[in-house]
Nanobody, 124 residues
């Protein structure tokens, strides 16, 4: 199965910024919903942000990142981005790009395919 390919992770001091990129090629792309989720040791899987190209780019954010993170989709080049500002140590996690069958609350329930992830580490 084709997987999205993430990049852009790294280590950053609290308050800093990172931009994650994702190439969702072929069957790894779903026009209904593309998003990012994260996993940290001991915390389980957490929704971060999602965007629905078919719904004119409507976006969804978890409360923990709202106002700090921005998800976007470059239609021309079929790239997915996650701009992360004002990063906190609690944002430390592996971040995954994913395609889902539908967007909205609890979109992780409709996961179809996700990548191998990119690590984000925020130190204080």
């Amino acid at each position: 199965q084709v997987q999205p390919v993430e990049s852009g992770g790294g280590s950053v001091q609290a308050g800093g910024s990172l931009r994650l990129s994702c190439v969702p090629s072929g069957s790894a792309y779903n026009n209904n919903c593309m998003g990012w989720f994260r996993e940290a040791p001991g915390k389980g899987r957490e929704e971060v942000a999602a965007i629905s190209p078919i719904w004119l780019g409507r976006t969804f954010y978890s409360d923990s990142v709202k106002g700090r993170f921005t998800i976007s989709h470059d239609n021309a080049n079929n790239m997915l981005y996650l701009q992360m500002n004002s990063l906190k140590p609690d944002d430390t996690a592996m971040y995954y790009c994913a395609a889902a069958g539908t967007c909205g609350d609890s979109w992780l329930r409709y996961l179809q395919v996700w990548g191998r992830g990119t690590q984000v580490t925020v130190y204080s």
